[in-house]
T-cell receptor
Framework: GQQVMQIPQYQHVQEGEDFTTYCNSS?????IQWYKQRPGGHPVFLIQ?????EVKKQKRLTFQFGEAKKNSSLHITATQTTDVGTYFC????????????FGKGTKLSVKP | GAGVSQSPRYKVTKRGQDVALRCDPI?????LYWYRQALGQGPEFLTY????????KSGLPNDRFSAERPEGSISTLTIQRTEQRDSAMYRC????????????FGQGTRLTVV
């Protein structure tokens, strides 16, 4: 079946440092979504990228979709303690494969 | 409803018993997904529906697992003859249309098989 690989598994940063998580699929994606899950919570949608090479920004968060639509990244500038949680990418392959496949996530901890 | 509702929130069952987990999606949402999430892992796809039709059940681990959504709204995930390895958080999500839009997750059902 389809797989979405995500690295790193963990990231510990000092408050104010930047953070990046990367997502990769072996086959072309129709779109990719990003979710954040706080400790004890459920995944919450952040954004969806659809177009090849697309870049979207949400305040300190920058999301990119690769030209080949096989990889994506999430970059957080100047992390804050409120950024703590696990960030998941989820790939949608489209066509008859309508399921949304999640990566294993990157757990971010921020030291104040 | 206002959000995706799952019940029960917690379920402890003895090995060998059957369990039924319920998901009430956001009203009018077309797609409904079931995931299983182990601690520290990402949601693992189990199955999904568009309206009442089960589109893909390739993620169901074995034939003890089944799901239905008979009227295109509420869905039930049933696990027969539970085993300890079935212990996990089971999450349901719904979206307004298939796959290419935001999925809203419920709080999940924590299943413990003893």
């Amino acid at each position: 079946g389809q797989q979405v690989m995500q690295i790193p598994q963990y990231q510990h940063v000092q408050e104010g440092e930047d953070f990046t998580t990367y997502c990769n699929s072996s086959t072309t994606l129709s779109n990719i979504q990003w979710y954040k899950q706080r400790p004890g919570g459920h995944p919450v949608f952040l954004i969806q990228l659809v177009k090849s090479g697309e870049v979207k920004k949400q305040k300190r968060l920058t999301f990119q979709f690769g030209e080949a639509k096989k990889n994506s990244s999430l970059h957080i500038t100047a992390t804050q303690t409120t950024d703590v949680g696990t960030y998941f990418c989820a790939g949608f392959y489209g066509g008859s494969q309508g399921n949304l496949i999640f990566g294993k996530g990157t757990k971010l901890s921020v030291k104040p | 409803g206002a959000g995706v509702s799952q019940s029960p929130r917690y379920k402890v069952t003895k090995r060998g018993q059957d369990v039924a987990l319920r998901c009430d999606p956001i009203s009018g949402h077309v797609s409904l997904y079931w995931y299983r999430q182990a601690l520290g892992q990402g949601p693992e796809f189990l199955t999904y529906f568009n309206y009442e039709a089960q589109q893909d059940k390739s993620g169901l681990p074995n034939d003890r697992f089944s799901a239905e959504r008979p009227e295109g709204s509420i869905s039930t995930l049933t696990i027969q003859r539970t085993e300890q390895r079935d212990s996990a958080m089971y999450r349901c999500a719904s979206s307004s249309r298939e796959g290419n839009t935001e999925a809203f997750f419920g709080q999940g059902t924590r299943l413990t098989v003893v």
